[in-house]
């Protein structure tokens, strides 16, 4: 049912190294958001944006940065990995009239 | 910021039970949400309701919006239906808040 597609699904990479996480979506929705996720606990926004070439911190800071040179594309990256950026990163979306959230299948990402 | 609170943190039942979970938040709001987080990470949207109730299957929710409190309703439970049920809210164009979940688990 939902449009908002994550890759990859998992990740395991060394520390020092970049990654971009993708997501993307086919609804045309104006909103995305990065949540980050430790395994069962609550989820917290990272970053967020309402439409192209706007772009906020969210509440927990992270050391990731994101972009929206396009309505559907909401890439996270980050320059430098490290053991702390283990974590599950969730990607979400909603429209203008529907406030409702859809969510990405998320990637779980492992520092080593 | 709105605060959300779920109860209980941890539920185990056995398959066929009922099972009612609780959110409450601290603050008016015109979104709310229930989402099933299964084992594999995946969060999936069960109810969009910032009042009234709504029933799908097997699970109902109920938002009191005046009291600022969202009930969900599982009946006859499954194994399937296992995994950590989140409650989060919002309001206007303001960012979705999570609670911390309920885990369930259902035992065969």
């Known amino acids: 049912e939902a449009d908002i597609y994550q890759t990859p699904r998992y990740l395991v990479i060394g520390t020092g190294k970049k990654i971009t996480l993708e997501c993307s979506q086919t609804?045309?929705?104006?909103?995305m958001y990065w949540y980050q996720q430790d395994p069962g606990m609550e989820l917290h926004l990272i970053h967020y944006?309402?439409?192209?070439?706007?772009?906020e911190k969210g509440d927990l800071s992270s050391e990731s940065t994101v972009s929206r040179i396009r309505t559907e594309h909401f890439p996270l990256t980050l320059e430098s990995a490290r053991p702390s950026h283990t974590s599950q990163y969730l990607c979400?979306?909603?429209?203008?009239?529907?406030?409702?959230?859809?969510f990405g299948s998320g990637t779980r990402l492992t520092v080593v | 910021g709105i605060q959300v609170e779920q109860s209980p943190p941890d539920l185990i039942l056995q398959e066929g039970a009922n099972s009612t979970l609780r959110c409450n938040f601290s603050?008016?709001?015109?979104?709310l949400q229930w989402f099933h987080q299964n084992p594999w990470g995946q969060l999936i949207n069960l109810f969009y309701?910032?009042?009234g109730t709504k029933q799908n299957g097997r699970l109902s929710a109920t938002t009191v919006a005046t009291e600022r409190y969202s009930l969900l309703y599982i009946s006859s439970s499954q194994t399937t239906d296992s995994g950590v049920y989140f409650c989060a809210v919002g309001r206007g164009a303001q960012k979705l808040v999570f609670g911390q979940g309920t885990r369930l688990t259902i035992n065969p």
């Open positions: 603050d008016s709001v015109n979104n």
């Open positions: 979400a979306s909603r429209g203008q009239q529907n406030y409702g959230y859809t």
């Open positions: 944006s309402y439409g192209v070439n706007s772009t």
């Open positions: 309701i910032p009042s």
């Open positions: 609804m045309g929705h104006d909103k």
